[in-house]
Antibody, heavy 121, light 113 residues
Framework: EGQLVESGGGLVQPGGSLRLSCAAS????????ITWVRQAPGKGLEWVSG????????YYADSVKGRFTISRDNSKNTLFLQMNSLRAEDTAVYYC??????????????WGQGTLVTVSS | DIVMTQSPDSLAVSLGERATINCKSS????????????LAWYQQKPGQPPKLLIY???TRASGVPDRFSGSGSGTDFTLTISSLQAEDVAVYYC?????????FGQGTRLEIK
């Protein structure tokens, strides 16, 4: 199943930037689609962005399109999320999650512990 | 976007009794490519990330106790816990993966009565 470990969260002012990382281990990272899902404090789950394993195609929620960029470094088994023009409503725990098979499905069998991003002045 | 609506928002069930959570999608998530419903269920306990319970609407994930079962097709789905255990206290989410954007239900909080 593998392991995912997020890092890079913290406190940032509105309008600021942050780069999240997700270190993967225990599976062939380059073969799997990886996704960011976030959860605002006390709220539900929101899909943010995904990147395929096969061709690196990227997908974004409308709420972050144009502000966030997902990327991956397969040589380092690491996923990134560059977050710019941050808003208070981006405050959330950000989870890195993995598809269960190399054929992209869209459900997630492996979740990291999450990293908290707080956007506040 | 496909909207996922769960009911009830919260539920209290006695130990050993059946718990039923419903999930309705705003459009069918039955995909013609494989005639499977693209619907998953997750369990989230306090302070933990969600855990996959059910996928393809009715397939239990590895290691999930058989008291958990999923059913339904098209737009209406159900997660059933046949005999509630204390460790099942959690928030449960349904999720469609029919198309982007993937969306989740708002969650159902399950407690012990």
């Amino acid at each position: 199943e593998g392991q995912l470990v997020e890092s890079g969260g913290g406190l940032v002012q509105p309008g600021g930037s942050l780069r999240l990382s997700c270190a993967a281990s225990g599976f062939t990272f380059s073969s799997y689609a990886i996704t960011w899902v976030r959860q605002a404090p006390g709220k539900g789950l929101e899909w943010v962005s995904g990147i395929s394993g096969s061709d690196g195609a990227t997908y974004y929620a409308d709420s972050v399109k144009g502000r966030f960029t997902i990327s991956r470094d397969n040589s380092k088994n690491t996923l990134f999320l560059q977050m710019n023009s941050l808003r208070a409503e981006d405050t959330a725990v950000y989870y890195c999650v993995k598809d269960p098979t190399t054929v992209t499905t869209g459900f997630f069998d492996c979740w990291g512990q999450g990293t908290l991003v707080t956007v506040s002045s | 976007d496909i909207v996922m609506t769960q009911s009830p928002d919260s539920l209290a069930v006695s130990l050993g009794e059946r718990a039923t959570i419903n999930c309705k999608s705003s459009q069918s998530v039955l995909h013609s490519s494989n005639e499977k419903n693209r619907l998953a269920w997750y369990q989230q306990k306090p302070g933990q990330p969600p855990k996959l319970l059910i996928y393809w609407a009715s397939t239990r994930a590895s290691g999930v106790p058989d008291r958990f079962s999923g059913s339904g097709s098209g737009t209406d789905f159900t997660l059933t816990i046949s005999s509630l255990q204390a460790e099942d206290v959690a928030v449960y989410y349904c999720q469609h993966y029919y198309s982007n954007p993937i969306t989740f239900g708002q969650g159902t909080r399950l407690e012990i009565k």
